[in-house]
């Protein structure tokens, strides 16, 4: 029994001896880059999101059109939405890659959008017991007095409007304030509330539930930054790529490989023009 | 010295990175040193636990010490506030190379073993498709140790932690150890203040006041100095603070 708490004690020194417990810098990739022509992403798993094949679908997509046009560019997933229009607005980044940006009307004015790909979104909210039930008819009033979970940086106006309280914080975060009851609901796409749910409370997969209508569509894509000098013509030469590789099946290929052979290409591109 | 304005302690997280943060340095370091000061000046009690990096990172629910973009991955901050900078470098060891390393672009990191920390890895799959590959240690030492020995020939790490790891382990041939800094290393070391912790908005308007004060009369300078060898500091040093105090201001967003 002494030896085994002895052996016990060895290890427990080896593996957490003050020395194991150093920090170093944050090896990125946006270490080794140049800063001029920086694209900053904002992590929305399985489309943008840097611990999965080729960063996600949307990366993968972006890095195929920069390639094909010979656009110099470098994409960086960022954990905030808040720190993605910083560097837009503030740092006059080449461009930036998400849905929801929130800018304001003086920074999107100075913003050539492109969408590439749309999702519908939903409600979600937590039932632990079958009485305990959450339902909207597709007016915000139905969540009068309900709390929200909102990531930073989003616009919340309507919400507050509609007598909605707001609590913010990371979609991992949330999942888990809507467990404890401190969070009644959330708003997000299938893929990326079922991947985070799947990763974060797997056991509790079956009691978040999916509100009926849905609650409206995100258009992701990137926005190249006019006060940049290679902006416009980074724009254009993107426009041109994109159209190509929807042409040429990659766009599909590419869809296919991140979401199953059996995706519908069409539901994905439904809203763009 | 003000009356503590809250009678609970506010607990924070650091990691053990040596002389910023660390548990067997006068004042817990530079930062902690800082941190004190502020927190003297603030009137709010504060206390430091050292943990490794993975487990604080872990916890969502606790207020953090160190590079915000470690703790932003999972954790969610009510308030960010930089308190310090530093740069980092790839040191080599001289007598290990017939000339002098000289590091452009990706390409030129290929054809090297790069040692990092454990845990401050990120987006491996990136590196790994430039044909880029790290080994990690589990302290800085050990790092170090590999360089001299030709296990490794980089050592990717803070230039001041470099610098301190070194003068401990080779006091007499630190000359023989280069460093190259890495253009885009610049980062922060903040206070962060979670979600969870009471009064986090109030305590923090009266940190970041306590910190222009240290500043101002000349107090935050002469700690800076005392573990950078009396040196004084980089010209860019409050220009960046004032950037990473920009970035990470969430506040304005809710």
Partial sequence: MKNKLTQFLLLYLLIYSSSSMATGPRVSPNMFVDNANQMHAVELTPFLDSNIRNRGLLTELIETVLKLEKIKGDINILPSLNMVTYYFVQENALAIIGGDFNLGKKAKNKSIFIPILTVDEFYYYYQENAEKTLSWNGNLGSFNNKKMGVQKGINVKKYKQAGINISYGRLAALLKKMKSHKVDFIRGNKRTVETSIEQYLPKEKSLFKQMQPKAGKLVLGISFNKKHPEGIDAAKSFKIGLRKIMANGQFKSILQNHLGSDVKLESYIKYLN | ????????????????????????????????????????????????????????????????????????????????????????????????????????????????????????????????????????????????????????????????????????????????????????????????????????????????????????????QSIIKKYNGHVDLPTDWFSELEHFNNLYNFENSE
């Fill in chain 2, 1 to 220: 010295m003000p009356f503590s304005c809250f009678s609970e302690v506010v607990e924070f997280g650091a990691n053990e990175s040596p002389p910023f943060w660390s548990e067997n340095m006068p004042a817990y370091g530079m930062c902690g040193e800082i941190l004190q000061e502020m927190s003297i000046l603030a009137g709010v009690q504060t206390n430091i636990s050292f943990k490794p990096l993975n487990r604080l990172i872990e916890d969502t629910e606790n207020n953090d010490l160190g590079n915000p973009a470690f703790y932003l991955e999972e954790g969610d901050f009510v308030s960010i506030i930089p308190i310090a900078i530093y740069r980092s470098a790839f040191h080599y060891y001289k007598p290990n190379h017939k000339s002098e390393i000289v590091i452009r672009n990706w390409d030129d990191l290929k054809q090297y073993r790069i040692g990092i920390l454990k845990g401050t890895l990120i987006d491996r799959l990136v590196f790994e498709k430039q044909g880029i590959h790290f080994e990690t240690s589990y302290n800085q030492k050990s790092i170090f140790k590999k360089l001299k020995l030709g296990r490794i020939d980089l050592a990717l790490e803070i230039r001041l932690v470099a610098q301190q790891t070194l003068h401990t382990l080779y006091r007499n041939i630190e000359e023989n150890f280069s460093g190259i800094e890495v253009v885009n290393s610049i980062s922060p070391i903040a206070i962060m203040l979670s979600e969870e912790q009471p009064n986090a908005k109030i305590i923090a308007i009266k940190l970041r006041k306590a910190l222009s004060t240290l500043i101002e009369n000349g107090e935050y």
